[in-house]
């Protein structure tokens, strides 16, 4: 199986070269803020149960008010709500990034820490978010497990599981440590380009001689069977 999921990355890799995460697009990274340890908490928190362009939107908003740990420590939650409504649960997470802020900055330096449980010990941080900061930010080896390289993982038969958490352990058995922080990076692009949720473009999928849905469900010209 490690040699299947290594030649789906190479196949992904000049198609997503330069990858996904949370507030990126297609197009790629606003301008205005920089994939660092801080945007990319703070992006990958407002991606918790929204949509990619969701979090892009609220992100962009965010981030042209408050730019720094230290901004959003200090900020009003009225306003921070307003700012990041686009990414839903707007006071659960502007509660929560305000809170994070604090922390970050009273007891870590103003500076977001490295360690896996110290990541986890944040308010609104989970094991997706703390690998997307470490793979993203910090080319720290991680296998960052979202909605899209869940259930692409499960679609394709390179693993059999039943939840994210469960994902992670199982793609980072299979996979070389190397090409941990490929997994996310181009798989969710994958998600958001052809295999789509609910309607995966299996006739456009440049890896579907790996995948057992497209090979139970399609011909070879893309064609659905029966």
């Known amino acids: 199986m490690a040699g299947d999921i290594v030649e789906i990355l190479d196949a992904l890799a000049p198609l997503y070269g330069r990858g996904a995460y949370p507030g990126r697009s297609a197009e790629g990274l606003n301008p205005r803020w920089e994939a660092d ?37 200090e900020a009003d939650e009225e306003a921070v709500c307003e700012l990041i409504r686009p990414a839903g649960f707007p006071r659960q997470k502007a509660s929560g990034i305000i809170s994070c802020c604090r922390i970050l900055r009273d007891e870590h330096g103003s500076s977001v820490p490295s360690g896996t449980e110290e ?32 259930r692409i993982s499960n679609l394709m038969g390179l693993v059999d599981t039943k939840n994210p958490e469960e994902t992670e352990y199982a793609l980072m058995e299979m ?27 299996c006739g456009q999928c440049p890896v579907s001689q790996h995948c057992d849905h497209a090979q139970n469900n399609f011909r070879s010209d893309g064609i659905k069977t029966d």
């Open 119 to 150: 990541l986890l010990s944040l308010p609104m941080v989970g094991r997706k978010t703390a690998a997307c900061v470490q793979a993203y930010a910090m080319g720290i080896p991680a296998v960052c497990v979202d909605t899209h390289v869940h």
């Open 37 to 73: 340890p801080f945007h990319v908490l703070i992006a990958t928190i407002l991606s918790q149960r929204t949509k990619d362009a969701n979090t892009r939107r609220a992100s962009d908003n965010l981030f042209s008010e408050y730019d720094s740990i230290e901004e959003l420590a």
């Open 175 to 201: 996979t070389p440590r190397e090409r941990w922080n490929d997994i996310n990076r181009y798989i969710v692009r994958h998600g958001q380009e052809i295999c789509l949720p609910n309607r995966p473009r």
